[in-house]
């Protein structure tokens, strides 16, 4: 029961991403985020929190498109976060930036569709991002090739023990 609660190493790798991510100001003005594979909220709570304007989570379990609502409220955001029942495409897009932490398998397959939520850069400014996680260090090449043929380009990779996130923007 570790992920959605900060414990597992996917989920510290997010938030490091997350919080990197407000640092170089990536949630200022109106920063739309999405959460694919929501569960508990945790990372769309952190993205709202750390400035992203709005946040829409989806999962395709209902139990965490419930969990997230209900943290949402609990931490004062109900209105910067939405879920919903799904996955991609959200039909909401684009957004400027991504969180995906599922496993390698999925993300794998999601590649197209998450390259294509992705908002086109806005002159003057940096491109979108899409940080991915929930990948063991063995399928990390399997991702990256996946993410390269959506169009996407790996442009910074972080371990913890067995674990990787990937950041990619548009190619």
């Known amino acids: 029961m570790a992920f959605g609660t900060g414990l597992h190493p996917t989920t510290r790798l997010c938030l490091a991403g997350i919080e990197r991510w407000a640092d170089e100001g990536r949630f200022q003005g109106t920063a739309r985020a999405l959460d694919v594979g929501c569960g508990s909220g945790i990372l769309a709570i952190a993205a709202a929190k750390l400035g992203a304007a709005q946040v829409l989570g989806v999962d395709?379990?209902?139990?965490?498109?419930?969990?997230?609502?209900?943290?949402?409220?609990r931490?004062?955001?109900?209105?910067?976060?939405?879920?919903?029942?799904?996955?991609?495409?959200?039909?909401?897009?684009?957004?400027?930036?991504?969180?995906?932490?599922?496993i390698a398998s999925v993300?794998?397959?999601?590649a197209p569709d998450l390259a294509a939520e992705l908002g086109p850069p806005a002159a003057g400014r940096d491109p979108g991002r899409i940080l991915a996680s929930g990948i063991f260090v063995d399928r990390e090449d399997e991702v990256r090739a996946a993410f390269e043929a959506a169009g996407l380009r790996v442009v910074r990779a972080d371990r913890e023990g067995e674990w990787v996130a990937l950041e990619a923007v548009r190619a």
Not at 91 to 99: C, H, V
Request: aromatic fraction near 2%; glycine fraction near 8%.
């Open 60 to 73: 395709t379990d209902q139990i965490a498109v419930d969990a997230t609502v209900a943290n949402a409220r």
């Open 75 to 102: 931490n004062g955001l109900a209105r910067r976060i939405r879920a919903r029942r799904g996955s991609l495409p959200s039909d909401d897009g684009p957004f400027g930036l991504i969180l995906a932490n599922l």
């Open 107 to 110: 993300l794998v397959r999601l």
